[in-house]
């Protein structure tokens, strides 16, 4: 069993800056694509990014430029950076972690949220 633990969400002003933090347990860290995804309210859950144990990373098109995901495979942590703050980034946040190499087996976070107004 793999436990992910979110932090690091709050409330930010437009323009400003959040850095998320996922802590993973339970599991060989380095096994797992790792990412971030978000749900605003009424909206359904999306990809934001993620990241390969090789530290490939990929962004959804809304947040490429502005968030850097990142992992310390020897922390068994990944984290989002997230800059320039906008409204529509309201939502919360969710930690992912999946195994290709175990027929795509997934684990999410519990969630934090992220609010973005001034």
């Known amino acids: 069993q793999v436990q992910l633990v979110e932090s690091g969400g709050g409330l930010v002003q437009p323009g400003g800056s959040l850095r998320l933090s996922c802590a993973a347990s339970?599991?060989?860290?380095?096994?797992?694509?790792m990412g971030w995804y978000r749900q605003a309210p009424g909206k359904q859950r999306e990809l934001v990014a993620t990241i390969t144990s090789g530290k490939v990373t990929a962004y959804a098109d809304s947040v490429l430029g502005r968030f850097v995901i990142s992992r310390d495979n020897a922390k068994n942590s990944v984290s989002l950076q997230m800059n320039s703050l906008k409204p529509e980034d309201t939502a919360v946040y969710y930690c992912?972690?999946?195994?290709?190499?175990?027929?795509?087996?997934?684990?999410w976070g519990k969630g934090t949220l992220v609010t973005v107004s001034s």
């Open positions: 992912n972690a999946v195994n290709y190499g175990r027929g795509g087996i997934t684990y």
């Open positions: 339970g599991t060989i860290f380095s096994s797992y694509v």
